[in-house]
Structure formats: structure tokens, C-alpha cells
């Protein structure tokens, strides 16, 4: 039985005074100098890796809500439910700094520059943390950094094709080719924009099916959501009919579109006709058109086809709004 003067933990000499209490405590415990040489160093390594990596999470997670804040303060002013009652003047301002329209692409960009900017903080955070590692782990790190650009220059022509899809996903966001959100087509599919990485761009189309694109295999860009958009209605009339009062009536038509206050907040311009489109053996055809906000010109030309349907009822004229 221990005495009140006997210490917890006696003398150990072959423990050396610069090294870890668990060096002594396992020494006292096995007397094994092999086995407490090696509990203090891998102790010592299993603590300078969880801090390593501790800060590392902090200084993500720290990264990361900056980046968001800043995302949010440049976004400031979009209304986020709709494009807000604009007057006949600022309809057609489409790309005024003050208008709704420009902010909400604004605030597009934004965010895809932020999820830009989190990706590459998450890739340099990341390299630090395993060069970190590997020198607590006793690795000669020095080496490896010296040749850091030996091993990029290597890496570049091993995987060009991935060296090719970062520089052409970061070019389209900051040439605003792209943004989180936006309807476009690439070329292979279309469908809307959920995220714009380093690598890959990831769309959803139509069907719900979300496509994984390479952005070194996007060759061009069809954006249906920068600024304004242009609905477009095609009526089809035989040759018999009165082609003015035809035209007269889709006009009559559009102006009643163009006051009604349940649409004021998406049309950017009066809807026009802009006349006879094409002539076939049989039909003529009389195009009509409207200057939307971004990604509402599918609904509006759904609403103006109704429209004119009923008004050519009305005034007993046989047209057929065609797709």
C-alpha cells in the first residue's frame, strides 16, 4: 500500500525529461522503454493531428460564412418573390443598375461566385492540412514543396483535361456566362443551373433529371435568363380571313395583357404583332410577341395564347395558336 509520501507517478530515468507524460506513465506501467517511446510519439502525433485538423474546420467553417456574408451584403435589395411593380419607363431599363431585373441577376452571380469561392478555399485549406500531416507524421515535407511546381507542370500535361474544365468553369462565372439558377443550354442538355463548380456544372432539366456536366465539354452557353426574355406566339389564319382585323384583334388582345395588374410585374414591354410570319399552301401565319422578365416568358406566352383564343371566339374569326 502506498505511504501519503509516495508520488503517483515515481522517477523514470529512461524516459528523457523533454519527453511526454505518457512516456512515463506506460514506462511505469510495463517497463518497457520501446513501448513508451512509442506511446509518446504516436500520442504526440494523435494530438498534433486532431488540432491540425480542429483548426482546419475552424478556419473552413469561418472561411465559409464570410464568403456567405459577403454573398448576402452584394445580393442586397433583390426582392425575392418577384421582379416588384416596375413603371413604363423601367420596363424597358432592363439592364439598369437600379432595376429589379439587374439585381436578381446580380444576386445570380453572386451566389455562383460564392460557391466558386468556397470550392477553392475547401482545395487550399485541404493541401495545407495534408502537408501539415505528413510533417507531423515525420514525412520530409520539404521536398515535396520545392517541387511543387515540378509536379504541376507534370500534372498539367497528365490531366489536361481537368486543368481545362477549372479554367473554363472559372472564366464563365466571372465572364457571367453562367449562374446558380439561370435556364441555359449547353449544347448537349438544357435544363436549370443548382451549382457551378471547379470541375463540373450540375443542370436539372425539364424531367427532373439532373445532369452532371464537364465545363471543359461546354463549347457555348444559351442563357434564357440574363436581363429580359421575349415570349413569342405564332397564330395561324386561313387565307380567307381579314388579315387587318386579324391583326387588330391579337393587338387588342395584347393591350389587355399589358394592363392587367396581375402581369405588370413581369412584361417589360406592350406585347406586339409583328405581322405576317410565313406563308404556307393552305394557312397564313401572324407572329406576336412580348418582352418578359428572365424565365417568364414560357408562362406568359401560355397566358397570351389563351388570350387571343378568346378573342378571336369573341369576334368570330378562325385562327389557331400554334405552338
Known sequence: MLSATTPLIADVTECAPDQTLACRVTFQMTGNEVVSDLASTVLSAL???????????????????????????AATGVLPSGMGRLSRGDRTAGTSADNPLATSRRAQRTRTTG????SIVSAIIGAIVIIMALAELGFNVAPLIASAGVVGVALGFGAQNLVKDFLTGIFMIFEDQIGVGDVVDVGTVSGTVEAVGLRITRLRDTDGT??????????????KSQNWARAIVDVALPYATDVRRFIEVLRD????????????DV????PEVWGVQELTHD?????????????????????????????????????????
Open 210 to 223: 439532373v445532369w452532371y456536366v464537364r465545363n471543359g465539354e461546354i463549347l457555348r452557353v444559351g442563357n
Open 47 to 73: 494530438i498534433a493531428l486532431v488540432g491540425i485538423f480542429l483548426v482546419a474546420g475552424i478556419a473552413r467553417w469561418v472561411a465559409h460564412r464570410a464568403i456567405d456574408r459577403m454573398v448576402a451584403r
Open 283 to 323: 394557312l397564313l401565319t401572324v407572329r406576336m410577341t412580348v418582352k418578359t422578365a428572365p424565365l417568364e416568358q414560357w408562362r406568359i406566352a401560355r397566358v397570351l395564347r389563351e388570350r387571343v383564343k378568346l378573342r378571336l371566339d369573341a369576334a368570330g374569326l378562325d385562327g389557331s395558336p400554334l405552338a
Open 267 to 270: 412584361l417589360i414591354e406592350e
Open 253 to 264: 388582345a395584347g393591350h389587355d395583357l399589358w394592363e392587367d395588374d396581375e402581369y405588370r
Open 115 to 118: 460557391s466558386l469561392l468556397k
